[in-house]
């Protein structure tokens, strides 16, 4: 299927912001996430480690640095997102490594990297295969260097376009759940941001408001990295979308003295029995959820669903450095020592690097535990919101790869006809 990302974008109210130099949504003055620039073969991301601070692009024409700094390290962040950035990632190898005389298995070998820059997101291993398979199906075929490249680049094309129009479905499925007045809890960032473009939860709430539906968003914390506080509060503020903060362990509380209706979180992988593994935190809201019997839903691309995962036990977790939980207190040492309120002699950071160990600490040292997720069992989610349609997480396990494949081409070609 031919995708025009320019007709596409035209359809779905996005237009050209030449001083951000990412695409925006009309409505919501919302950016695109990522863009790639085919004149200079340049990956523009929106830098997300420098927001709510600063709204700015960082570009790479590297794809080694891509998936480094531009994947790994969070410059670009979200299942969706990081797998529209993998695919574009192999088109950069692709460029690359054109030249070279081996070049499909140094292609292959870098698909492969890049699909693993970040193990638990299942959209970034999918996208990064997609195009190793697509440039492998040219060169099978007796297509040159140049030609291979250019199926890499159809189908990464291929792959943003897909994601911006289904995340329209997406936000239609989503907004059945809504009525006026809902005053719905989220976590982390799943929205817009961890997208190509509105995705996940946050995109279904986002353009129900900018419709004239009153909502209310509770948005948690979610530390170390507290991307509910820096990222969801900074792009539902930009859709004006009316916003409440509470902290990571304020979830009981919240639930009985904000009036919570609902709980809407995106998602990054699903395995085949329909349990689902997201930020850390998760699974916790939905167990208090269920004491307050308060519904609890994920909303998140077919993409993220893995029917080759049996059950979430099996869903791989990514730890996260340790430097993430100690930095503000490295950095309020910093301050306090510059403030004259403790010695020059104080320590520099808490707990000492010393101290620091992995697996089972012994006397007198300090483990720091950072899983960057945890996986919600079955029987805590009320449903499971894709741009498939809604599914009980019962119903998770019919849904095969070519299934859904099946249902995402249908869509997108009623979407475009």
């Known amino acids: 299927m031919n995708l025009d990302l320019g007709r596409v974008a035209k359809k779905l109210d996005i237009e050209a912001d030449s001083e951000l130099g990412l695409p925006v949504h009309r409505k919501t003055t919302l950016p695109v996430t990522l863009w790639y620039d085919h004149g200079k073969e340049t990956l523009v991301l929106l830098d997300q480690n420098k927001l709510p601070f600063e709204l700015t692009t960082w570009k790479t024409r590297d794809w080694k640095e891509g998936a480094l700094k531009g994947i790994k390290e969070m410059t670009v962040r979200g299942s969706q997102a990081i797998g529209v950035a993998g695919a574009y990632c192999v088109l950069l190898a692709a460029c690359r490594l054109s030249k070279e005389s081996d070049f499909m298995s140094k292609l292959l070998e870098a698909a492969d990297f890049i699909g693993n820059a970040r193990p638990t997101a299942a959209p970034l291993s999918w996208a990064a295969g997609e195009c190793a398979a697509a440039a492998k199906k040219?060169?099978?075929?007796?297509a040159g260097p140049s030609d291979v490249v250019e199926s890499v680049r159809a189908r990464a094309d291929q792959i943003m376009a897909e994601d911006l129009v289904l995340n329209h479905y997406l936000r239609k499925e989503g907004l059945k759940l809504l009525k006026g007045g809902d005053v719905v809890m989220t976590h982390c960032n799943g929205g817009s941001l961890s997208s190509t473009l509105m995705g996940h939860a946050l995109g279904i709430l986002e353009e129900a408001y900018v419709d004239g539906l009153d909502l209310t968003v509770v948005s948690k914390e979610t530390r170390p990295r507290s991307q509910g506080y820096r990222l969801t509060v900074w792009e539902l503020n930009r859709a004006g979308v009316p916003v409440i903060v509470v902290t990571d362990n304020m979830i009981s509380i919240s639930m009985e003295k904000l009036g919570i209706d609902m709980v809407l979180l995106g998602?990054?992988?699903?395995?085949?029995d329909g349990s689902v593994a997201n930020k850390v935190g998760s699974s916790d809201i939905a167990r208090i959820a269920r004491d307050h019997n308060i519904p609890f839903y994920y909303a998140t691309s077919y993409t993220t669903i893995s029917p080759e995962i049996a059950d979430g036990n099996s869903i791989p977790i990514e730890e996260r450095p340790?430097?993430?939980?100690?930095?503000?207190?490295?950095?309020?040492?910093?301050?306090?020592?510059?403030?004259l309120k403790i010695s020059r002699s104080a320590l520099d950071e808490w707990p000492p690097p010393s101290r620091l160990c992995e697996g089972k600490p012994k006397r007198g040292q300090i483990r720091l535990f950072n899983p960057a997720f945890d996986v919600t069992p079955p029987n805590l989610i009320s449903g499971i919101v894709t741009d498939l349609g809604r599914f009980l997480p019962e119903q998770v396990s019919a849904l095969t790869r070519e299934?859904?494949?099946?249902?995402?081409?249908?869509?997108v070609s009623i979407f475009l006809s």
Do not use: V, W
């Not at 040219?138 to 007796?142: K, L, P, S, V």
């Not at 998602?267 to 085949?272: E, G, K, Q, V």
């Not at 340790?322 to 403030?339: G, M, N, Q």
């Open 322 to 339: 340790s430097d993430e939980i100690t930095e503000p207190y490295r950095l309020l040492a910093k301050e306090l020592k510059a403030s």
């Open 403 to 411: 299934k859904m494949s099946l249902l995402a081409k249908e869509r």
């Open 138 to 142: 040219a060169f099978e075929g007796g």
């Open 267 to 272: 998602a990054d992988r699903i395995a085949a």
